[in-house]
């Protein structure tokens, strides 16, 4: 539990610096498991939907300690994040008009502006290693800025072109991708604690698979139902369930690919948040241990907040934001329970994989359209909406820049990609700048 606890309380910086930090302690450190098995796991993760870097403790923590080592360190993977986004919900609705505070999620939001675009060439680089995967990547953009094909369908289209590309051996789709090397220690699995034998446990029972699965789906899905049947459709609570249930089985391609569908749904669907506040929870769960996509809490939070029904609004939100945890990873353990077993059918099947790689590339496109979604509603004040040959976009009215804003992006960026600045520092730095700006604001 120790180690966990650990693993969790240094998890910031997205799913690469998570994934990085597991690596250093598990791999390296105590040498648990070798950087081979690291890998096949980590590859198997990246298959799923939902947070890799959280399946990742699920199925180590599986892997060497039963299920029992599974649930402690998934749950203990989440944990510093929800208390912390918990607490910053708080501040925010109830201290969100005090100067300081107002200053503090300004500044947040230019710089974490810059750290999806960062996001957008950083899997770029690794997975747009071809003309083909650059041409699914745009396609994406396009499908998705221009026509709002839904993100869902996207992914579908685009696993499904490389898988179909992997089996009839196109090279395009063969060559790779992934993460890369994830460390420079190369700690055989022979040497490490588990060794190179697959454990007893972790070895298929179809039995074990059936029963655990039957579990976690009625943890998972009990809820939703009785919700459903209890407040009926319209309920927020009822829809916040389905929705971040629903998330949770089509989000695949990591955590910005997640934000984008979460941010076009619950801004331009369901009015639960705006596109600031989208960003000034994302600036959250940036600056805060534990799954980037912790940041869905913060929906939920908000979107129980705005329609409390007959309970205190603060009472109601903090409910909104826990069910939207629970149904966001509990899924998690289901895919790993259920999959991890027959892991090594998936690792060997070159159309899977490469159906993983053409999904990534759409991936890019995915991150490339949030971020030109966020500059869009966090630059400008006023959109104005276009038609062309079918595309519907808002273009922005140039007039309406917020000034302010823009340099303390440009700023942002500048630390970022010149000075190659580490994302917390440019959140702090760039935090602070907002809350000078709006002390300067409000003595003016």
Known sequence: ?????????????GPAGQIAVMHRIIVEEKKWIGEQRFLQVLNYCTLLPGPEAQQLAIYIGWLMHKTKGGLFAGTLFVLPGLLAIMALSWIY????????VQGLFFGLKAAVLVIVIEAVLRVGKRALKNNTMRGLAAAAFIALFLYDVPFPFVILVAGLIGYFGGRAGMPAFLAGGGHGKVGDRQLADADSLLGEETPAHARPNVRWSLSITALVLALWLVPVAALYVVLGGDNVFTKISIFFSQMAVVTFGGAYAVLAYVAQQAVDNYHWV??????????????????????????????????????????????????????????CFLWIFFGAPFVEALRANKALGAALGAITAAVVGVILNLAVWFALHVLFSTLVPVRWLGAAVDLPVL?????????????????????????LPVLLASSVAGIVYSQVISMS
């Open 1 to 13: 539990m120790k180690v966990w606890a650990r693993v969790a309380a240094l998890s910031f910086g």
């Open 93 to 100: 609705v109830l201290l969100g008009k005090v100067t300081l």
């Open 274 to 331: 705006t596109a600031g506040e989208m960003l000034d929870g994302l600036g959250m769960a940036e600056t805060t241990p534990g799954p980037l996509i912790m940041v869905t809490q913060f929906v939920g939070f908000l979107a129980a907040w705005r329609e409390p029904g007959a309970m205190p609004p603060l009472l109601a939100a903090t409910l909104g934001g826990l069910l939207t945890t629970w149904v966001t990873f509990v899924p």
């Open 399 to 423: 007039s309406s820049v917020n000034i302010p804003t823009l340099i303390l992006s440009v700023a942002a960026a500048i630390a970022i990609f010149r000075f190659k600045m580490g994302m």
